[in-house]
C-alpha cells in the first residue's frame, strides 16, 4: 500500500473554499485515491475516490495531477458542520490488497465562524 | 437495512477481566475489519477477515483476538484487558467486488480499563 502524507491540521472560515492536499510519491499504476471523512464520534464516511484528473460528487471534488503523486481534496464554501478528520487512502480497490485499508493519521480540519 | 452494528455501545473493564465485542453487518459484506483510534488519533486496524472462517492481522493485533464464524459476524476478543487497550473500537465492512475502497462502519464501541 502506498504511503500517503497529508497536513495535520488546518483551519478555515465558513464560506470558504478549503483544499487539502496528499502527496503518495510511491502509488502504483493500479491505485485508487480515496478521501474519507470522520466527525467527533463517529465512523468514518467515504466521500470520493478517484484515479486520475477529477471527479466531482455532491459533497467535494478530487483533483490528480497527470504524475498521480498528489491529491488535493476541495470542499467548496465550507460550513462548521465540514470540521472533521480527513483522511486519504491510496490501493487498488479490487485487487487482493484491497482487504488490508489502512488509514493514516489524517488532517484536522477546524472550520470557524 | 442495519448496515453494521456494534454492541455493546460502551463498557468499563477492570484490569485482568475479558470481554467480547460483536460486530454485525447485514449487507453480505465479505471483508470485515477490527479498528481501533486513540483521542486525537488516527485508526489503526487491529485484526480483519476476507471471509467466514479466515481472519488475518493488522497493525495492532497484540492483545486481541478474532473469530469469524459467521460471514455475517466479526467478534472481537480481549482475553485480559490492559489500560493501554483504553480506546475506541470501530467495526467496518466492505464488498470484495465493491470498486471503491467504501468501507462501512459502525458507531463504535468506547472502552476503558481501569
Known amino acids: 500500500l502506498a504511503k500517503t502524507t497529508q497536513p495535520i491540521s488546518m483551519d478555515s472560515y465558513e464560506g470558504q473554499e478549503v483544499n487539502i492536499t496528499c502527496s503518495h510519491n510511491n502509488i502504483a499504476t493500479n491505485d485508487y485515491i480515496t478521501w474519507y471523512q470522520q466527525f467527533p464520534s463517529q465512523g468514518p464516511r467515504f466521500i470520493i475516490q478517484?484515479?486520475?484528473t477529477k471527479v466531482t460528487n455532491e459533497v467535494a471534488s478530487l483533483f490528480i495531477p497527470a504524475d498521480r503523486k498528489s491529491s488535493t481534496l476541495s470542499l467548496p464554501r465550507v460550513s462548521l458542520s465540514d470540521t472533521a478528520v480527513y483522511y486519504c487512502?491510496?490501493?487498488?480497490?479490487?485487487?487482493?490488497?484491497?482487504?488490508?485499508?489502512?488509514f493514516g493519521s489524517g488532517t484536522r480540519l477546524s472550520i470557524r465562524p | 437495512n442495519a448496515g453494521v452494528t456494534q454492541t455493546p455501545k460502551f463498557r468499563v473493564l477492570k484490569t485482568g477481566q475479558s470481554m467480547t465485542l460483536l460486530c454485525a453487518q447485514d449487507m453480505n459484506h465479505e471483508y470485515m475489519y477490527w479498528y481501533r483510534q486513540d483521542p486525537g488519533m488516527g485508526l489503526r486496524l487491529i485484526h480483519y477477515?476476507?471471509?467466514?472462517?479466515?481472519?488475518a492481522k493488522g497493525e495492532v493485533p497484540d492483545g486481541y483476538n478474532v473469530s469469524r464464524l459467521k460471514k455475517q459476524n466479526f467478534l472481537l476478543g480481549l482475553e485480559s484487558a490492559a489500560p493501554s487497550q483504553t480506546s475506541v473500537y470501530f467495526c467496518a465492512s466492505k464488498s470484495r467486488l465493491a470498486e471503491t475502497y467504501e468501507q462501512y462502519f459502525g458507531p463504535g464501541t468506547r472502552l476503558t480499563v481501569t
Open positions: 478517484g484515479y486520475k
Open positions: 477477515s476476507v471471509g467466514e472462517g479466515t481472519t
Open positions: 487512502l491510496v490501493g487498488a480497490p479490487i485487487y487482493s490488497s484491497a482487504s488490508k485499508i489502512i
